[in-house]
């Protein structure tokens, strides 16, 4: 089964500091690999993803991930945190076979930004 | 083209009532998700469904949870009875084709 990791739960930077997420998953195949924004009260929004091709993937806000197969890593990084990022950020994994496109979830890391 | 409509945003139940959680798809989607959110556990699938069909329910629990997509109409997660653990976030996604899902603000289910 299908399984994603994010070591850690909380992560605090400063405002103009550069930020790393990770996620680690387990699976099978090259899975499709998500990132998920979750600010207090409201749903998740799409950041990236990865389904094939350059590992090097660019999303919205500035944010980007790569996808290292050898490391079974998919990491979330920006290289200069605005206050308005802080949210909790959620890592997914989906199967990249079949006709079954449920997400399966990291636990999450709740990132606080301070001035 | 409006996002992903769940309604209500907040409901509150006691025990042993019922709790229906509606879900209005973006606009040609025809793929359903739904997911629950325990605190510090993140996001459970529950339940993906097509048209009329449920495809996958791995998720859900046994009892007293069921979920339909109907031909015409919201998809409807319906929790009978109602515990206080059945307290949490429940987040519907739709998508198109099935690869990306988009998610909508969530119904937060308090059980008194």
């Known amino acids: 089964a299908q399984s994603v990791t994010q070591p850690d739960i909380h992560i605090t930077v400063s405002e103009g500091a550069s930020l790393e997420l990770r996620c680690n998953y387990s699976y099978g195949a090259t899975p499709y690999l998500f990132w998920y924004v979750q600010s207090p009260g409201q749903g998740l929004q799409l950041l990236l993803k990865?389904?094939?091709?350059?590992?090097l993937v660019q999303g919205i806000k500035g944010f980007e991930a790569e996808f290292k197969r050898s490391q079974s890593s998919f990491n979330l990084r920006k290289p200069s945190v605005h206050w308005s990022d802080a949210a909790e950020y959620f890592c997914a994994v989906m199967n990249s076979g079949g006709s079954n496109y449920k997400l399966t979830f990291g636990k999450g890391t709740l990132l606080t930004v301070n001035p | 083209n409006a996002g992903v409509m769940q309604n209500p945003r907040h409901l509150v139940r006691r025990r042993g009532q019922e709790a229906r959680l509606r879900c209005s798809p973006m606009k040609g989607h025809s793929h359903v998700y739904w997911y629950r959110q325990l605190p510090e556990e993140g996001l459970k699938f529950m339940v993906y469904l097509q048209k009329e069909n449920i495809i996958d329910e791995s998720g859900m629990p046994k009892e007293r949870f069921s979920a339909e997509f109907p031909k015409e109409g919201p998809s409807i997660l319906r929790i009978q009875q109602v515990v206080r653990g059945d307290s949490a976030a429940y987040f519907c996604?739709?998508?198109?084709?099935?690869?990306?899902?988009?998610f909508g603000q969530g119904t937060r289910l308090t059980v008194v």
């Open positions: 990865y389904f094939s091709g350059d590992t």
């Open positions: 996604a739709s998508s198109p084709l099935g690869d990306e899902a988009f």
